[in-house]
Nanobody, 127 residues
Framework: QVQLVESGGGSVQAGESLSLSCAAS????????MAWFRQAPGKEREGVAA???????TYADSVKGRFTISRDKAKNTLYLQMNSLIPEDTALYYC?????????????????????WGQGTQVTVSS
């Protein structure tokens, strides 16, 4: 089993930045691909960014150029740097992990591709 705990959410103004972290514990040697998802009220959960163990990244079109995903394998921690935030980024952000490799494919941004999930951290962007 792998446990994931997100932190770093909060409320900011449009144009500002926020950084999220996700600490993994448990059988972390089994984790290959990690990702960030988000879910706004009344909407489906959507993939934001993913990174595999080799550092290959995938981003949703809506966040390309604004968000950066990174991973510190020594610390078992996943990060999401979010810049130039807009109100449409408001959502509950989830960390996810899986033992499979998606090598930057579209599958890396599908919720069905991940076995392990955190509880989420709220990000609110006001205009």
């Amino acid at each position: 089993q792998v446990q994931l705990v997100e932190s770093g959410g909060g409320s900011v103004q449009a144009g500002e930045s926020l950084s999220l972290s996700c600490a993994a514990s448990g059988y972390t040697s089994n984790v290959y691909c990690m990702a960030w998802f988000r879910q706004a009220p009344g909407k489906e959960r959507e993939g934001v960014a993913a990174i595999d163990s080799d550092g290959i990244t995938t981003y949703a079109d809506s966040v390309k150029g604004r968000f950066t995903i990174s991973r510190d394998k020594a610390k078992n921690t996943l990060y999401l740097q979010m810049n130039s935030l807009i109100p449409e980024d408001t959502a509950l952000y989830y960390c996810a992990a899986d033992s499979r490799s998606y090598s930057g494919s579209w599958q890396s941004l599908r919720a069905e591709s991940y076995e392990y999930w955190g509880q989420g951290t709220q990000v609110t962007v006001s205009s």
